[in-house]
């Protein structure tokens, strides 16, 4: 964010999508960039593969990806919309059911969007359409304060 008081740009999902891939984690995670519209809504996608499963070819997604992948769906639609990079301050994942699936979904939606802090909610479906996960996140939207 700029500090001229004009309002950011939002980014468009192409540019969202290189932002993403310059994480590692990201990338290496194949995560993919489905629907973006600018505004506060993102559908992020990522396919199973031996790094992220639970047990070794049990087709089931560990808790951890899970939440790695509503994290950065929360993170993400907050750098979309202020084309700005922001830090994770807290985030919960609420575990529904197993995430036995070829690949997840998450769709993130921001709730509150301050001067400080933004809130996001993210649901988290299997391929079949079935909700594993909910998350809350909550992410610092203010510009760092000095080094």
Known sequence: MSGTGA?????????LQRAMDSSPYVRDGRMRVVEFDGIGRLVLEMPLDARCERVAGGGQFHGGAVAGLADTAGCFVLVGVLASAVPTVDLRVDYLRPAVAKRLRATATVRRLGR?????????????GELVAIARGTFRTAPPVGR
């Open 7 to 15: 309002a950011p740009v939002p980014l468009g999902a192409a540019d």
């Open 116 to 128: 400080s802090v933004g809130v996001v909610d993210v649901d988290v479906n299997g391929d079949g």
